[in-house]
C-alpha cells in the first residue's frame, strides 16, 4: 500500500527556498523517507547547515546557492541536479517572498510589480518547463508549488503581490492537467501563520502570545513540519489522486474567513469586542456609534 515504507524511497527530490523554514523541514522529511535531496536557496550559510542535515539522515545532499529569480541561476540549478544526479522525480518551488511592497496600490511601481514577478511565479515558470521532459519520459513526476492563501483571499495593500500567487494556483491546475496523463502530479499549498525568516511578526513580543488564538483557529503558529508534512504527502504516492489542487495549510485561517476568536465567543466584528470583553472598563473606552 502506498503509504507502508519510506514514502519517498530512491527519489531525487530538489526544494528551492530549501534553507528556509518551511523548505528546510520539506528537506528533511524528504530525506527522512528515502529521498536524495538538492537544496537550493540564495542563503549560504543555512544551505550548508541544511546539506550536512540531510547528509546526517543518511541521504546525499547538494546544495546550490542562488538567486532563482535569474534565467542563469535557475540553468546552473538544473546542470548541477544533471551533473549529480541526472534527474529529477519531485520537484518543491518553495521560493516566494511579499519582498516588505506594501501600500496603496496606485502607488506601486512597476520596478515592484516585476520584482514580486520574479521571486513569486516567474521562476516556477522556469523550473516546471525544465523537469517535466524528463519526468513525462520516466512516466512518474511530482511537483509542489507554494502559493499563499493571500492568493485566494483580499489582501489589502498587497495587490501586486497576491495576484501573483494567484497565478501560481492558476499555473499549477493547468500544468497538472496537461501532465497527469504522464504519471505527473502537480498541486499547491497555500500557506498562512507558519514562522519564516522574513515575517517580521512571529517574533512579537511575549506579551502579544495570547492574541495567537484570535486569530487563528488552531489556536499556535505553525512550524516547518506542520506544512512539510504536506509537501511530503503530495510528493509521494499517498497524494496520486490529488491532482491539479491547492491545499490550504493555514491553521483555519481562511475558513474561519472573518471570524475571530474571543475568550467568551467567536465574532466577525473584532474591533469591537475581541479580547476586551475580560476588561469591562474597556467597554468605556470604545468609540461613539455610528447611529
Excluded at 527522512?32 to 544551505?47: C, K, L, M, P, Q
Excluded at 515575517?199 to 492574541?211: H, K
Aim: aromatic share 8%; proline share 4%; glycine share 12%.
Amino acid at each position: 500500500m502506498p503509504w507502508q515504507g519510506p514514502l519517498v524511497a530512491g527519489r531525487v527530490a530538489v526544494v528551492t527556498g530549501g534553507a528556509g523554514a518551511i523548505g528546510r523541514a520539506s528537506c528533511l522529511a524528504l530525506a527522512e523517507h528515502g529521498a536524495d535531496v538538492v537544496v537550493a536557496d540564495i542563503d549560504e550559510e543555512r544551505t550548508g547547515q541544511v546539506v550536512a542535515e540531510v547528509g546526517g539522515l543518511g541521504r546525499r545532499a547538494v546544495g546550490v546557492v542562488a538567486d532563482l529569480t535569474t534565467k542563469e541561476a535557475v540553468a546552473t540549478l538544473m546542470d548541477t541536479v544533471d551533473r549529480e544526479f541526472g534527474r529529477v522525480d519531485i520537484l518543491v518551488n518553495g521560493v516566494g517572498e511579499h519582498l516588505g511592497v506594501s501600500g496603496r496600490f496606485e502607488d506601486s511601481t512597476e520596478d515592484e510589480w516585476e520584482a514580486l514577478y520574479r521571486v513569486n511565479l516567474l521562476h516556477v515558470l522556469r523550473t516546471c518547463k525544465a523537469v517535466i521532459p524528463g519526468m513525462r519520459q520516466r512516466g512518474w513526476g511530482r511537483i509542489v508549488n507554494f502559493s499563499s492563501v493571500e492568493g485566494i483571499r483580499s489582501a489589502p495593500m498587497l495587490g501586486a503581490y497576491t495576484a501573483f500567487k494567484g497565478a501560481v494556483d492558476s499555473l499549477t491546475k493547468s500544468i497538472a492537467v496537461d501532465v497527469a496523463g504522464s504519471g505527473i502530479n502537480c498541486n499547491a499549498i497555500a500557506v498562512d501563520k507558519t514562522r519564516a525568516h522574513q515575517v517580521d511578526f512571529y517574533r512579537a513580543t511575549a506579551e502579544y502570545d495570547f492574541m495567537v488564538p484570535v486569530w487563528i483557529p488552531a489556536g499556535r503558529y505553525a512550524e516547518g513540519a506542520d506544512v512539510a508534512a504536506v509537501v511530503l504527502f503530495l510528493a509521494s504516492e499517498m497524494g496520486r489522486w490529488v491532482v491539479g489542487h491547492t491545499v490550504v495549510a493555514d491553521g483555519g485561517t481562511l475558513a474561519a474567513g472573518g471570524w475571530y476568536r474571543t475568550p467568551n465567543r467567536f465574532t466577525n466584528s473584532p474591533l469591537l469586542v475581541q479580547w476586551l470583553e475580560d476588561d469591562p472598563e474597556a467597554n468605556t473606552r470604545r468609540p461613539p456609534p455610528l447611529r
